[in-house]
């Protein structure tokens, strides 16, 4: 099937055939390789099966076909494999779990390759006692294997046929063969015992009582109020029974404790950076530390940063400790420039509210998913708190400080964020006293939350759908296969005619 290799190759092949002591016999109806070695001959055509039977082969080197595979086996020769299509790579790969073949890849063989898989398998024993136990295991049978292939095609001659070894397989239908029909069988004895067991289940809960599920609390809620709103939130499609309330507790800023409106003030023209982790995160790690207190070194801002670890080495002048800080005041101080935020949703609100552009470190829970909001809306930068460096933390408090576009998108949000009929808390303190008032707001309630399951995915529509294309198209192929039927039956009758 290969006639000829690019030269390239040929060359490799000869170069690592070159540098083997046995003498190499290759089939080979290409030009002459320049690499060639003087233990090579080049041949048109070998008496292969010969060859491989002779005492003084040591290995074979094959593209693994089924017919090279078994001459190998039957005089117990070791291979090397260079399979290219079809059957030989499965081939190869069954020669190589019984220890008998090592594998080179044509397409990304170097001569090293190759004359290393030589040296396994003509210096390396296993390799040929593999080969000898599979040469023993061929020759230990009854009855030859040609004599074996005559006397059962003389059998099927003689009997006209072998319907008694035929597979009934082969003569049931689809569904059948595959099982369906059981599988289908099976399936409906576990629903009927999962349905029996599920209503006896039912019963007794009925009978004895049993704990409210968190599922079932939710689905009873006669009102969802939301802490977001649409200066934070992406457009969306929402319930009657839905009411936005995002910042309802954000408020305006009082005055600064003494001390930390001095510190404000001192940083004159250039403003402060408020820095705050949260509650959650008590300590960073050292590592962290220092190089979070190396990029604020580097800022012109005064820096006010909710610590409570150790303090870090590298701590700016720039930069104070505070175990707690007022961070609603700070935020709504008019020389606040940036927030760098775990961005949990009570920060994230009372940034939009003052119109604060932010950095966001985020870590768990819904952080990613808020500060991932807060970039798209152009008014965020987010730094990986695995991934980051001094340089990135400077990097992105640059962009945010000096860059005038998220200052911009920080305050567009925030003029959103007021300019609402109703005050978010006055909002949810109406909808809650309404719902009191009310008895429950089974007005607003949607129809779903007293569907069954697959009455609530359509199920059973999308199963009658189903049905009738199923059913439509079993028409159809029975129509087409009667009309083809028809057709061939009527062209043989005019070709006998």
Not at 156 to 166: E, F, N, Q, S, T
Not at 193 to 206: D, E, N, P
Not at 281 to 303: T, Y
Request: proline share 5%; charged share 20%.
């Amino acid at each position: 099937m290969i006639k000829n290799l690019s030269e390239e190759k040929s060359n490799m092949i000869a170069s690592a055939l070159a540098q083997i002591p046995q003498k190499v016999l290759w089939r080979y109806t290409g030009k002459k390789p320049k690499t060639l070695g003087a233990n090579t001959r080049l041949y048109k055509w070998i008496p292969q099966n010969d060859l491989l039977g002779h005492p003084k082969t040591r290995a074979f080197i094959t593209h693994c076909g089924t017919n090279g595979i078994y001459e190998a086996i039957y005089h117990g020769v070791p291979m090397v494999g260079i399979p290219m299509f079809g059957d030989q790579h499965d081939n190869l790969a069954r020669m190589k779990a019984k220890g008998a073949a090592v594998e080179v890849d044509l397409q990304r063989m170097t001569s090293a390759d190759l004359l290393n898989a030589l040296k396994a398998v003509i210096n390396n024993t296993s390799y040929k006692e593999n080969a000898m136990k599979l040469s023993r295991i061929h020759h230990d049978q009854p009855v030859k294997p040609l004599d074996r292939a005559v006397f059962w095609v003389e059998f099927v001659m003689r009997h006209k046929g072998a319907k008694h070894l035929r597979p009934a397989s082969h003569d049931l239908n689809w569904f059948q063969y595959h099982s369906l029909d059981v599988i289908g069988f099976l399936l409906a004895c576990v629903a009927t015992v999962a349905f029996l067991v599920t209503k006896c289940c039912l019963f007794c809960c009925w009978k004895f009582g049993k704990p409210t599920t968190l599922c079932e609390i939710m689905g009873k809620a006669d009102m969802w109020l939301f802490r977001s709103y649409w200066d934070f939130e992406f457009p969306q499609p929402y319930l009657p029974n839905t009411e936005f309330v995002g910042g309802l507790h954000c408020k305006p800023a009082k005055p600064l404790p003494k001390e930390l409106e001095e510190f404000v003030q001192s940083s004159g023209k250039d403003g402060v950076v408020v820095f705050t982790l949260g509650s959650m995160i008590k300590n960073l790690s050292e590592e962290k530390s220092n190089m979070i207190a190396s990029a604020l070194a580097q800022i012109p801002q005064k820096v006010l940063w909710r610590y409570t670890g150790k303090k870090p080495e590298t701590l700016g002048a720039n930069t104070r400790l505070y175990k707690w800080i007022p961070q609603n005041d700070l935020l709504g101080h008019p020389k606040t420039r940036a927030f760098i935020t775990h961005c949990g949703t009570n920060g994230i609100y009372e940034a939009i509210y003052h119109g604060v552009p932010m950095v966001g470190i985020p870590m768990f829970g819904d952080q990613h998913d808020n500060v991932a909001r807060m970039k798209a809306k152009g008014a965020a930068v987010d730094v990986d708190l695995e991934r980051m460096t001094s340089e990135n933390l400077l990097n992105a408090l640059k962009a945010v400080i000096n860059n005038p576009f998220y200052k911009e998108n920080a305050m567009k949000l925030s003029r959103i964020h007021h300019d609402q009929p109703v005050k978010p808390l006055d909002r949810a303190v109406f909808w809650v006293e309404f719902v009191m008032r009310h008895k429950g707001a089974k007005h607003l309630r949607p129809a779903f939350y007293d569907l069954t399951w697959f009455q609530h995915h359509s199920l059973d529509v999308i199963g009658f759908l189903l049905a009738c294309v199923a059913t439509v198209t079993f028409l159809v192929t029975k129509c087409c296969l009667f009309f083809c039927w028809k057709f061939s039956k009527t062209e043989k009758k005019k070709k006998r005619e």
